[in-house]
């Protein structure tokens, strides 16, 4: 059964600073993965989504990466700013979960101005 | 165009209430999702709609949930006899085409049951 992980749970960064998020997951045949962020009271804002055939995918100050073999996906984020600071999830379909994602807890980023 | 758009935004319900929750997907949408989040942890699937189609309602925790989409569009998920251990964010999502498309969220309804 699939299990997607997020480490840490919560990360604090001056602005500015390149930072990268991680996202672990332990069955290797997925057929997406896909980052969200969450602000607080609010819903998911869908950030990026790499498809398995695909290394990474940019959106912006956002590079995301897939690599299969090791289990890991790296949500990068350039220059932070204050504005970044939420809840960043990741969520993966695998080929045997029927229309269900698998979800990360999330890691909680404070962008320190 | 308009955002997935959920309603009520909050609901606070005596615990035996029957509770409607209301999901307006992305039109023209047409795979939605309806999603179950406690505090501090990513949301859990509770069903999946292809069109009027509800092809998975396997995450749904007891028969007194259920939900529906009759025809292809506004979904409504109802929870008879509420119970305290129902208050959660209910999310709704929504897909241009099959499941494994890019989902777009709504606001969720915060359910607080007393």
């Known amino acids: 059964k699939q299990e997607v992980t997020q480490i840490p749970a919560a990360l604090s960064v001056p602005e500015g600073e390149n930072l990268v998020l991680n996202c672990s997951f332990t069955?290797?045949?997925?057929?997406?993965l896909q980052w969200f962020r969450q602000d607080p009271g609010k819903g998911l804002t869908s950030l990026l989504l790499i498809q398995s055939s695909q290394r990474e995918q940019t959106s912006g100050r956002l590079n995301a990466s897939l690599d299969k073999s090791s289990g890991r996906s790296t949500l990068y984020i350039a220059a932070s700013q204050p504005g970044d600071s939420a809840t960043y999830l990741c969520?993966?379909?695998?080929?045997?979960?029927?229309?269900?994602?698998?979800w990360g807890a999330g890691t909680k980023l404070i962008i320190k101005p | 165009g308009a955002g997935v758009s959920q309603s009520p935004r909050y609901k606070v319900a005596k615990r035996g209430q029957d509770v409607a929750l209301r999901c307006d997907p992305i039109s023209g949408h047409v795979s939605l999702f309806w999603y179950q989040q406690a505090l501090g942890q990513g949301p859990e699937f509770l069903t999946y709609?292809?069109?009027?189609?509800?092809?998975?309602k396997s995450g749904l925790p007891s028969d007194r949930f259920f939900a529906e989409r009759p025809e292809g569009s506004v979904s409504t998920l109802k929870i008879q006899r509420t119970q305290q251990e129902d208050s959660a964010v209910y999310l709704c999502a929504s897909s241009l085409a099959g499941a494994y498309n890019e989902q777009f969220f709504g606001p969720g309804t915060r359910l607080t049951v007393l």
């Open positions: 969520a993966a379909f695998t080929t045997d979960s029927n229309y269900q994602l698998i």
């Open positions: 709609f292809q069109n009027e189609a509800q092809l998975d």
């Open positions: 069955d290797s045949a997925i057929y997406n």
